[in-house]
């Protein structure tokens, strides 16, 4: 319990610190006038109260990633607290913080169109293409989902089976998705994200409290951290950083960030929605990770410690009926037995609403970013139908590709874009004469990460870890030389 308290507090301290620190190195302008007031246009640019973007923000960028990302994450021991915390602070952060800014110093830009503005044409063109195909897999993935989850629960009403009411839900979550992705920006999800975004947030204090109230285990940093529990053997590293990837750092953030630098008022409000919405998130992924394990260890016959990860494992896998993990089992066990009727509630909201507002967010980040390379004004309904519908009909099309092979592009699409963006912050960083460390580090990082993993990783390369890893950091330093090669250049410009 120490550990976990430890990292709760580092979590606040990091947003107070080392929040404050991030927004004097970008250096906030309080009296320059946002893209809200200067573009405002009634469907994309539309000013709102602070609070209501940063609830925004927040469920754009959670879902239920902070939630099933930091259960399947604990199985690799407590090296997920470090994960977390670390990653949160320093990498994630100050990711969803600097994209956020910069593109609303960019008047919304779209992260593709912030990379290129930077890194030349090359690289907007591929940041085009891996962000749209990240955001269709992202909605396509949390529509399945959605769908499977409300399908188990009616299974059998009206006299149809649960495959039937799939396909009928599918249906129904894809037709939402379309409205909110074309309607204003303040039609459903100014009005219904908020809502969302506070049940969520109830949900993770009602867990935190059990954390502390319900009696069980819960690992500490001084149990062997270094050493992975997986079930599957899995290596902390580079697994780990991908599995928990919305509570540590994630590139699906960043194609959120612009939605709501469009509709922030003041830019001494950035700290609050892009930092702080991270910070939040990362809070959510350190409470049900630990939740996760203390649950199982309650349940583990063979004992607390000794049994606990062994517990999780057969509880994510309905006792090892399914080949694969299904987190949301967990989050209805322990918000029905640790929180009642209430917390069953939540439940819902958490594992169904949450993923199907990601979703539509991520059709719309689609088609921003698509209208942006078209130069394609979004005031006609009858533009945004001629982006958006198109993308809806190849992410039907991936319904009928397997879940597991779409989450595991998913997550590894999703870290080299975050990935991308770093390298692109410092060198906006760079130019302007900041503290360019704060995103070169974590970039230098995180190439390690989705280099080391796609070479070792079932669904990439399937290379020893250790020749993985090793080519990961030789590129990881290839890419720093560049980098430090431009740093002077810069320098010898001036």
């Known amino acids: 319990m120490l550990t976990f308290s430890i990292a709760l507090v580092a979590l606040?301290?990091?947003?107070?610190?080392?929040?404050?620190?991030?927004?004097?190195?970008?250096?906030?302008?309080?009296?320059?006038?946002?893209?809200?007031?200067?573009?405002?246009?009634?469907?994309?640019?539309?000013?709102?109260?602070?609070?209501?973007?940063?609830?925004?923000?927040?469920?754009?960028?959670?879902?239920?990633?902070?939630?099933?990302?930091?259960?399947m994450g604990i199985l690799f021991g407590p090296a997920a607290y470090l994960w977390i915390v670390f990653g949160c602070i320093f990498m994630g952060a100050v990711h969803d913080y600097l994209?956020?800014?910069?593109?609303?110093?960019?008047?919304?830009?779209?992260?593709p169109e912030m990379v290129g503005n930077e890194l030349g044409t090359v690289a907007r063109q591929g940041m085009r293409v891996l962000s749209i195909v990240l955001l269709v897999?992202?909605?396509t993935v949390f529509v399945t989902t959605s769908a499977g989850l409300l399908a188990t629960m009616t299974d059998g009403a009206w006299g149809m089976d649960m495959a039937t009411w799939k396909w009928l839900w599918i249906g129904f979550v894809f037709l939402y998705c379309v409205l909110a992705t074309l309607l204003p920006i303040d039609t459903l999800i100014g009005r219904l994200y908020p809502l969302f975004g506070?049940?969520?947030?109830?949900?993770?204090?009602?867990?935190?409290?059990?954390?502390?109230?319900?009696?069980?285990?819960?690992?500490?940093?001084?149990?062997?951290?270094?050493?992975?529990?997986?079930?599957?053997?899995?290596?902390?590293?580079?697994?780990?950083?991908?599995?928990?990837?919305?509570?540590?750092?994630s590139g699906f953030h960043g194609t959120q960030s612009p939605l709501m630098s469009r509709c922030l008022e003041n830019e001494r409000r950035g700290r609050i929605v892009f930092y702080g919405a991270m910070i939040t998130e990362g809070i959510v992924a350190l409470i049900w990770a630990a939740a996760a394990i203390k649950f199982a260890a309650a349940a583990a016959p063979e004992g607390a410690s000794e049994g606990a990860y062994a517990s999780l494992s057969s509880i994510l896998?309905?006792?090892?009926?399914?080949?694969?993990?299904?987190?949301?089992?967990?989050?209805?066990?322990?918000?029905?037995?640790?929180?009642?009727?209430?917390?069953?509630?939540?439940?819902?909201?958490?594992?169904i609403a949450a993923?199907?507002?990601?979703?539509?967010?991520?059709?719309?980040?689609a088609r921003l970013i698509v209208a942006d390379f078209m130069h394609l004004s979004q005031k006609k309904i009858a533009n945004r139908l001629l982006l958006a519908l198109p993308l809806f009909?190849?992410?039907?099309?991936?319904?009928?590709?397997?879940?597991?092979?779409?989450?595991?592009?998913?997550?590894?699409?999703?870290?080299?874009?975050?990935?991308?963006?770093?390298?692109?912050?410092?060198?906006?960083l760079l130019r302007r004469g900041?503290?360019?460390?704060?995103?070169?580090?974590?970039?230098?990082?995180m190439t390690v990460v989705v280099t080391s993993y796609i070479l070792a990783a079932p669904e990439g390369f399937q290379l020893p870890q250790t020749v993985s890893l090793i080519a990961g950091i030789v590129f990881a330093l290839a890419l720093a030389v560049w980098f430090l090669r431009f740093v002077q250049k810069q320098k010898a410009e001036k």
């Open 12 to 71: 606040i301290l990091g947003y107070l610190l080392y929040g404050a620190f991030v927004e004097k190195v970008f250096g906030v302008q309080p009296e320059r006038e946002t893209p809200c007031h200067r573009l405002a246009d009634g469907v994309d640019y539309i000013p709102m109260p602070t609070w209501r973007v940063y609830l925004i923000q927040f469920l754009n960028i959670a879902g239920t990633g902070p939630i099933f990302g930091a259960i």
């Open 99 to 111: 994209c956020g800014m910069i593109s609303l110093r960019q008047d919304g830009a779209s992260l």
């Open 137 to 139: 897999l992202v909605g």
């Open 198 to 249: 506070a049940a969520l947030l109830i949900m993770a204090v009602g867990v935190g409290f059990g954390i502390f109230a319900q009696e069980g285990w819960i690992p500490e940093l001084t149990d062997a951290p270094f050493v992975s529990h997986h079930p599957k053997g899995l290596p902390i590293f580079p697994f780990l950083c991908i599995t928990i990837a919305c509570g540590a750092i």
């Open 317 to 351: 896998t309905n006792g090892g009926q399914s080949s694969s993990s299904n987190p949301a089992l967990l989050v209805n066990m322990i918000c029905s037995t640790w929180m009642g009727r209430i917390g069953a509630i939540l439940a819902v909201l958490g594992v």
């Open 355 to 365: 993923p199907i507002t990601s979703g539509d967010t991520a059709y719309r980040s």
């Open 393 to 428: 009909a190849i992410s039907a099309a991936l319904v009928f590709v397997k879940f597991d092979v779409l989450w595991r592009y998913f997550a590894w699409t999703n870290q080299t874009l975050a990935t991308c963006f770093l390298w692109t912050a410092a060198v906006w």
């Open 434 to 445: 900041r503290n360019c460390w704060i995103a070169f580090l974590p970039a230098v990082f």
